[in-house]
Every structure is written in structure tokens, then in C-alpha cells.
């Protein structure tokens, strides 16, 4: 095992041991080079995104622990219904035969997977230390901790929504559709009937979305996924009875919440999409949540990330190996990354606006306009509704929006 404490010197900084940040340091290390991944949290700990669709088996596969992920027991996820447009429910499979299939995953369980995948493959995984501030300089990047710094030719930001280099006046947010997700995890909840009980469960309703997630553990997790403005009425009645009183303005996920309870407190999340203006550097890279973060709807998150994690280790290679190709490496992955989040962004506004049953709710006003997801030059950078972080604060998990 390596020492627990942090190194002065080393190849590359990895912050962050989520999906993205074992990635990358696994591919690196695979490549030769020393690399030290500092965590802040011990795993395993809690993460909300469990839908994995079929598009994360070949990253699976690539990585080399579907095995591992197929024999950890979570629940296969063949498709997704849906009361969206209509309260009929209506269900779709990832293929005729039922066969194709993604995962429900328990987060815990399965970043756990990946982080002891890269621990491994080489990578100086330290946990329970996060990194306090970065800095980048021309021939080094120093990377701070409350134990002490280190110095790495490269710092792979991976720290998701804490964004720790990110929010060194790369990230932006976008004000348009500033959104907050509320989650419960419920015992005793039942199977819906004549639908896969795997499946994915979504329910529009005047103020949002609804969704629910059946996990292999017995717990179901509901999040509602909310318009900012609605804090104010967390804070004044509190968070507990918001979500039960807006969990119940849904009829169909309901019916299966009739004798279920509650496992733990609900908690609110930040869901508002960003981006970056830019995504990496000749000394740092922007992978997963850190870089940008997608409508949640998507059910990519986690597929994203990894993604660009993957692309991310060839581009951090390429930098530190071939210095005549660093500004295309660079360049190749500013464009992936807008790409990627162009093409959520083109595809969410598709999808929304196939609700038009409250166009003047706030949630659906903005969301079904004619001109969300349609593609403009301007996009998405020198766009107006992106403000840098700096504008509007993030909403952060406080005392007042607990239960
Ligand atoms: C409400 C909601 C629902 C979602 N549902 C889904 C879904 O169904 N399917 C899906 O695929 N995705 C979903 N997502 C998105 C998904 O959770 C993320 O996209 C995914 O976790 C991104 O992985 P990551 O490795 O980039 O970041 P994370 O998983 O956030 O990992 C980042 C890690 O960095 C650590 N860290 C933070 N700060 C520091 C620091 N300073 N130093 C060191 N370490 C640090 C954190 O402790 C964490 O372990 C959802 C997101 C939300 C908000």
C-alpha cells in the first residue's frame, strides 16, 4: 500500500476519485506516468446519478471491469417509462428483445469499483484530503492541501460540482435554467405494474419533473428536479415537507410510494448545467462534472464523464509527450467538450418541448421555447445567458434547506 501522505513531487495531480478522476489517473498510470489522485471524501461514499444507459458498456469494456460491474448485482435497466406530454404512461425498451440493457447502480458500490480499479493499475490513491487551491505556472503546477503542497508537471481537475480549478474563473453557469434537484430514498416502495420493475420512471408535473430509480439495494430513489426560484419555499416550510407535498403532485410514481417510507432525510442538489470557457490548458485539463454539467434528465453524467476521461488521458499523453502537437491536442479537446455539451443541450430542448401542457409554469416556460437547444453561433461561450462563476452562486447544501 503507498503512504498515505502527500508526495512533494509527482508526474500528475488528479483531484477527485469519482467516475472521471479514476478514469483518467487508471489510463495515465497505464501510460508510465506517477500518478497521485487525492480524494477528499473515504470511499465509499454517497453520489445521486444511478441510471447508467447502454452507452456506458463499451467504456465498460474498455476499462476492463464489466465483469465486476455485471457481478456486483445492480439491477438491469432494459428501458424507461414515461408520463411526459400526457399522464398516460408510456414505456420504451433500449432494443425489441429486451436484451440491451444498462445498469441502476448504487453509486458507493460502483465508484468504489473504479476507484480500486485505479488504485490497482498504479495510481497513488489518497483519500480523505481534497485539494485546496491550484497553481498553475509555466513550467509546474503546485496543488495545495491543508497537509502540505505538491508539485506536478500536469493537474487533472476532477473534482466535479467543487470544481476546485474550475471555479478559478474557468466555469460557467448557465442562468437560464438555473435548477435545484431534490432527492428521498424509499424503503417498502413497490414494483409498478406491467413494466419492467427496473425500469427508469418519469413524471412531468406544473413545477418540474419526477423520477424515480428502483436499486438493487430495496431502496427507490424520487428526486424531483425544480426551478431555482422554488428555494425560497424550502427554506419558509422546510425541506422534509416540500418534498413530500410536491411528491405527491405526481399521480403515477406515487401509487408506488403508498406504503413506503422515507430511508433517510431528503436532500437538495444543484442542477444547474454549466460549461467551461475553456477546458484545458499545457498544464491542466477539465474532465467530467468539473468541466461541464448536462441536464440531469439525460441520464449521461456518469457516461460523460468517463468519456471525456478516456479522451482527456490520450490529450494529458499527447501534451506531455509530444510537445509539437500540444496546442492540437488542446485544441481537440476544447472541441469535444463543447461538442458534448452542445449536442446534450441541442437534444434536451427536443425533449422538453414535447411538454407544452404549462407553458406558463416557470420551469416549462423556459424549457419549451422555440429556440432552447437550436444551434447559434453564438453558442455557447459569448452567449449572454452564461455567466461566469462569480455571477450567481451556486446554491450550496445549508443547514436552512435541510430538513
Ligand atoms: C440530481 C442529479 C441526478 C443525476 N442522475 C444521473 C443519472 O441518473 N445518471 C448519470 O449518469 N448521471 C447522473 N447525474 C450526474 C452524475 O452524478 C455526474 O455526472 C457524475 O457523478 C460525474 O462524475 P465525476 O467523476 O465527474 O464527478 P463526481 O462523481 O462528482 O466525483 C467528484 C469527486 O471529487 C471529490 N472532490 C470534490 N472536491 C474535491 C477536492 N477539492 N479535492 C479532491 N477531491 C474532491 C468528490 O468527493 C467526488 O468524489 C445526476 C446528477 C444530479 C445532480
New binding site residues.
Partial sequence: MPPASLPSTTDILV?????????IARLLAGFGFQVVL????R?P?H???????PQ?LPILDFLGVRAQVEAAGFLRMIGHTVCWGSAQPRTSYYSPDHKRHGFQVW?EDF?SLLLRHARIGGVWVIED????SVTLRDDAVVMH?GHGSCTASFFID???????LARQGFRQRDATFQTL?V?GYWRDATNPPGIDAAN?ILETYPHGLV?S?PLHNGLRNV?L?IDWHLGNQIRETGLASFYHSESRQVSYITQFLANARLAQPPRV???TWYTASTFAGERFLL?????L??D?L?????????A??ITGAIVVNTILQRPLAVATAIQFYEETQRQTYETHYAESGRYYREEQRWPEAPFWEKRTREQFGVRSSEFPIRNPQFLPCGGPQPLRQSTSLRA
Fill in positions: 483531484a477527485g476519485g469519482g467516475p472521471a478522476g479514476a478514469t487525492l480524494e477528499k471524501r470511499f461514499r453520489q445521486i446519478g444511478e441510471s447508467l444507459t456506458i453509486r465508484d484530503l481534497g485539494a485546496e492541501t476532477a473534482s466535479g460540482h467543487s470544481g476546485i434537484a432527492t427508469t423520477w430509480v428526486t428536479l442538489f444543484d442542477a474532465v467530467g462534472d468539473a468541466g454539467f448536462v440531469p439525460s441520464s449521461e453524467g456518469v457516461h460523460k464523464a468517463m471525456s476521461a
